[in-house]
């Protein structure tokens, strides 16, 4: 499902969340470190994942709204294959304590929701001509993409690991 109306994308992204927080309530607290939950990673590891692909997110609205271009992470690390950068962010969190990974999966998720919220032009955020940084397609589908599917696709690895 790609939302069509920010408040369809709005509610999409908490409703994936909800989906994702009540899986992660049956994960033991021991178990958060546990390898192998998200093909190699932790359920953590995914969770900061899952972090930084909301900031990027965060980050290309704030660059829309400021009248900037909304740079995409291939952009960034000169590279569109997915797995180099979730590599690269793999090495970059893997060391930080659950805690501020969990504070940043849930912050992120606040930030995301309330800039989405006060996102002052709806037809911009779904035009997939207005920015052309984005190669043709909607912001919207990248704040999807980055948020609600990205969670649904890590809540059913996880939600198949604890099977």
């Known amino acids: 499902m790609t939302p069509s109306t920010k ?3 709005i509610a999409g992204i908490e409703r994936e969340r ?3 927080n ?5 994960v033991p607290p021991e178990r958060m470190e ?3 939950a998200v093909g190699e990673w932790s359920v953590k590891d995914a969770l900061a994942h899952l972090a ?3 900031s990027r997110a965060i980050t290309m609205l704030f660059q829309a709204q400021h009248g900037g271009k909304p740079v995409l992470p291939s952009a960034l690390f000169k590279t569109s294959d997915w797995a180099v950068i979730n590599a690269a962010d793999y090495a970059e969190q893997k060391g930080r ?3 501020l990974i969990l504070g940043d999966f849930d912050g992120t998720h606040e ?3 309330l800039r989405l919220e006060a996102w002052p032009d709806e037809a911009a955020l779904f035009d997939p001509k207005r920015y052309a940084s984005l190669n043709g397609n909607a912001l919207a589908s990248y704040i999807w993409g980055d948020s609600g599917q990205h969670d649904a696709e890590h809540c059913a690895d996880i939600e198949a690991w604890l099977k």
């Open 18 to 20: 909800e989906r994702l």
């Open 7 to 9: 408040a369809d994308l």
């Open 97 to 99: 304590p659950l805690e």
């Open 111 to 113: 930030q995301l929701l």
């Open 52 to 54: 930084v692909w909301s």
């Open 22 to 26: 009540d899986v992660l309530e049956r």
């Open 34 to 36: 546990e390898p192998n």
